[in-house]
């Protein structure tokens, strides 16, 4: 059976955050989520995370991790709505619910 793109990138964030949580804390630095409001989330590496509501879309992500950003509180069945590493900045704010940092 063929994957298609979608599932191939929640299978593969669920798999970094399943193998990022088997490290040390050491091994990766939190990354800051920053929100439209300007609130600011640190988040720890490993498994999927939930963001804080309320504060409007993410605008930016600085770390040197990997990440992924998906659409509901849940991160397997959940739409992915970015991904990438290191730090970056949305030009339109991304209405996510969880992250997976890895």
């Known amino acids: 059976m063929p994957i298609r793109p979608a599932n191939l990138a ?3 964030a669920t798999i970094a955050g399943a193998i990022s949580g088997m490290a040390s804390k050491e091994e990766t630095a939190p990354v800051r989520v920053t929100f439209e409001s300007g609130h600011e989330q640190n ?3 490993g498994g999927c995370r939930v963001l804080e509501t309320g504060q409007g879309g993410v605008v930016e992500i ?4 990997r990440f ?9 069945g959940s739409r ?3 991904s ?3 730090s970056v900045r949305f030009g339109t704010p991304v209405l996510a619910g969880a992250i997976v940092i890895g």
Do not use: D, R, Y
């Open 68 to 76: 992924a950003l998906f659409a509901g509180t849940s991160c397997q």
């Open 84 to 86: 990438g590493q290191g």
């Open 80 to 82: 992915t709505l970015a």
């Open 10 to 12: 929640t299978m593969s």
């Open 62 to 65: 600085e770390g040197e991790s």
């Open 43 to 45: 988040v720890e590496n």
